[in-house]
């Protein structure tokens, strides 16, 4: 079993191609990551200050983590607003959007990236205080902060949110958390017709399983077998 710390991970993820150096293609514009302090989301970060975007990256409460990315951030030298704070609050998804706004004057791309799973073995094993746990983070963390962020987007701009394979295939470990993810690829298409964009400006980027510090600190064993058995990755390797 690994923690729930990608900075106590062993081995740590993957979480660029250090080789790869950019090409600008995001230079002048500001992202909002979510969960951008590890895992997906980290590996997003720095991809995009790779391509000369400035990174707001929101995280719960891994400071340790959110310091790591932002550190790399900056020495690939772009600009990074690290903010801590629970998006299951609404006012949380607020601030996030005010404090982009005041640091860097503009947002241009949103990646829904953060999540929690829960695995159980029965539908019998989810309490209500779990289902409210996952539905509150997966769900209203994304609407929240896709609300407060709108209206600074324009035409051109982005909004990415990371799914899963478990929204169109299920999981029987994961009913909750499948349930969630299902209604993300179900939510955004309206979106875009609300912001009046092109149909391609609002994307649902589908994960396979993944080894990161949402799933590794609970993951082990046969458990993890069989969630990962059918994984669309890659041939023995969860992605970070």
């Known amino acids: 079993m690994q923690p729930g710390l990608e900075y106590e991970m062993v081995p740590p993820p993957i979480a660029e191609n250090r080789e790869y150096c950019g090409s600008g293609k995001l230079e002048g514009k500001v992202a909002i990551i979510t969960g951008g302090d590890s895992g997906i989301g980290r590996a997003a970060a720095i991809a995009f200050a790779k391509e000369g975007a400035d990174v707001v990256i929101v995280y719960l409460n891994e400071h340790r983590d959110a310091k790591a990315t932002k550190e790399r951030i900056a020495e690939l030298g772009q600009r990074c607003l690290a903010i801590a704070g629970d998006l299951r609050d609404e006012a949380v998804a607020g601030q996030v959007a005010a404090k982009t706004m005041d640091r860097f004057g503009r947002i241009d791309i949103l990646v829904n990236n953060h999540g929690v799973q ?38 051109g701009s982005a909004i990415i949110n990371t799914t899963s394979v478990t929204a169109y295939e299920g999981n029987q470990y994961l009913i909750d958390y499948s349930a969630t993810k299902g209604a993300i690829s179900q939510l955004y298409p309206f979106v875009v017709n609300l912001a009046g964009w092109a149909a391609d400006s609002c994307q649902c980027r589908r ?34």
Do not use: M
């Not at 769900?139 to 709108?150: C, D, M, P, R």
């Not at 399983?209 to 990755?233: C, F």
């Open 118 to 155: 829960f695995p159980q073995c029965s539908i019998l094993d989810i309490t209500a205080e779990q289902l409210d746990n996952t539905f509150r983070t997966n769900i209203y963390g994304f609407f929240y902060l896709t609300k407060a962020v709108l209206p600074h987007l324009s035409p």
């Open 207 to 240: 994960a396979g399983a993944g080894l990161d510090p949402a799933a590794a600190g609970q993951l082990a064993g046969r458990l993890y077998y069989h969630l990962w058995h059918r994984n669309t990755n890659a041939p023995g390797r969860a992605a970070v």
